[in-house]
């Protein structure tokens, strides 16, 4: 039953950083990770345990210094391997809340937000409009003007949004200062990744981005209308990627088009070569450090630049994942317990798809830890259920893991990426509350729902209320 584990699993021992100067992508843990003199999990000098009794259960526990390592060696990287300008923007879809795109900010990040939520979340977290970047395949007229009366740069994705701004840009402008809206180019490279596969092809089936086949009727649209400043181009090729040739090859390609773009007199200077970088979910897992992905994505441009004979356009990049997903993990505690003879041992938290719904969307695998027996051997194989009335709702399939008991407190690692932001209310389960924990202090991020939280959207019209 241990086949899933070839290195054998001794205890949650194992998950811990064996390095201070880690990349957080390549850990499980995040790097403040340590056991006490308990044997308990303690995370940015706060106990886990003790976290679930103050905060409740389930609780997201996102490690600042963790996140704050992370911006730190993606802007270090860029300082130390891309002569020219650069800027690292945290693409805020991987968590949307104020603390996580305050945190981002200070660190000198700006924000990638896909939709007018997420841009008010960070205008509101006070992050710097020249560092906002709208996505988004079909962004609403409301979004395109919060985005230009706030003066964040629009990435442009097609024809109908192209159109569209180039309409109504040269009819009010930026309404405060008259400028030409800031637009990039979204462009389908034509270079894909699904985790484990690469496709490189001509033509790409994707919703995002232009077709490059149509770069001349773009490129001239856009030099025909002043009331647009395309600063740049932008591509993104997918996410979870362990593979470095993807995003060199796109380097290559990105930087023939700022090429042709100057061929129709405009003056392009950014590239944005966007975000994709994977995690370590499981021993599995070998994704590259943070350091030698950007030394990677820096030497692509700067020798696709040398061959085309242009000058260095300010580079930027857009990582979610990699930037957060290792710098959290959700706490839950263990109630009901039910052994199907033969077969397995079903173990039940008090959370589950609704807080993170990656494992039944995406099949995602996750470890998991028992933060109050730390040491124990890890002797048993068990499934983790989730109490959602949904059969498939299984947070792990096959977690080794002491022998646990009602009231444990089960940790399931690296879950800072795509769990709060996709969480959802499926049968009228409260948000669980989030903390940031940091030398020893923690502090709510998000506050855990109430009832009356789940209720703040009904309505109740008057001839359906039985109080006549
Ligand atoms: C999702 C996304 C990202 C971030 O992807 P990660 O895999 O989380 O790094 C960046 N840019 C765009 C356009 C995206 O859609």
């Given at each position: 039953m241990l086949s899933t584990h070839p290195a054998g699993?001794?205890?949650?021992?194992?998950?811990?950083?064996?390095?201070?100067?880690?990349?957080?992508?390549?850990?499980?843990?995040?790097?403040t990770a340590r056991i006490n003199s308990s044997d308990r999990l303690e995370i940015g000098g706060c106990d886990v345990t003790t976290l679930v009794e103050q905060f409740g259960s389930p609780l997201y526990i996102l490690d600042e210094d963790t996140l704050r390592n992370a911006c730190c060696q993606y802007r270090e990287a860029f300082k130390k391997y891309y002569p020219g300008e650069s800027q690292v923007l945290y693409a805020s879809k991987a968590w949307s809340c104020l603390a996580v795109c305050a945190i981002a900010s200070q660190e000198g990040l700006g924000i990638d937000v896909v939709s007018g939520g997420e841009l008010y979340t960070a205008l509101q977290a006070g992050v710097s409009p020249d560092k906002l970047y709208l996505h988004g395949n079909n962004k609403s007229l409301e979004e395109l003007k919060l985005a230009i009366n706030s003066g964040c740069t629009i990435v442009v994705d097609n024809w109908h949004e192209l159109r569209t701004l180039g309409h109504w840009s040269s009819v009010?402008?930026?309404?405060?200062?008259?400028d030409p809206v800031r637009i990039m180019l979204r462009l389908t490279p034509g270079i894909e990744c699904h985790t484990h596969e690469y496709i490189r092809t001509g033509h790409l089936d994707s919703?995002?981005?232009?077709?490059?086949?149509?770069l001349d009727e773009v490129f001239a649209f856009v030099s025909q209308h002043?009331?647009?400043?395309?600063v740049g181009l932008h591509a993104h090729i997918g996410s979870?990627?362990?593979?470095?040739q993807p995003h060199q090859d796109l380097a290559g390609v990105m930087v023939q088009w700022l090429d042709k773009a100057s061929s129709y007199g405009l003056q392009m200077q950014e590239l944005n070569v966007g975000g994709g970088l994977g995690i370590r979910y499981t021993e599995a897992d070998d994704p590259p450090s943070i350091e030698a992905w950007v030394k990677g994505v820096c030497t692509a441009i700067q020798n696709a630049c040398v061959t085309q004979q242009i000058a260095l356009p300010k580079l930027l990049c857009e990582p979610g994942r990699s930037l957060i997903g290792s710098a959290c993990v959700t706490a839950y505690t263990v109630g009901s317990s039910k052994t199907v003879p033969g077969i397995r041992t079903y173990i039940a938290i008090d959370g589950g798809m609704s807080d993170n719904p990656r494992p039944i969307t995406y099949q995602s695998v996750y470890r998991a830890v028992v933060a109050n027996k730390m040491?124990?051997?890890?002797t048993q194989t068990v499934t983790i259920a989730g109490?959602?009335?949904?059969?498939?709702?299984?947070?792990?399939?096959?977690a080794t893991l002491p022998p646990s008991e009602p009231g444990d407190i089960l940790v399931v690692l690296?879950?800072?990426?795509?769990n709060y932001s996709m969480a959802s209310n499926y049968n009228r389960l409260a948000r669980p509350a989030a903390v940031v924990v940091k030398a020893g202090e923690a502090n709510v991020i998000l506050r855990r729902e109430t009832y009356q939280d789940l209720m703040r959207q009904d309505c109740l019209p008057a001839r359906l209320s039985s109080e006549t």
């Open positions: 699993v001794q205890s949650g021992r194992q998950f811990l950083p064996k390095v201070t100067d880690a990349s957080p992508n390549q850990e499980l843990l995040p790097l009010i402008g930026n309404s405060d200062t008259n919703k995002f981005g232009f077709d490059p086949n149509q002043s009331a647009l400043n395309c979870q990627i362990f593979e470095q040491s124990a051997p890890a109490k959602h009335c949904e059969s498939g709702d299984i947070l792990i399939k096959e690296a879950t800072g990426a795509y």
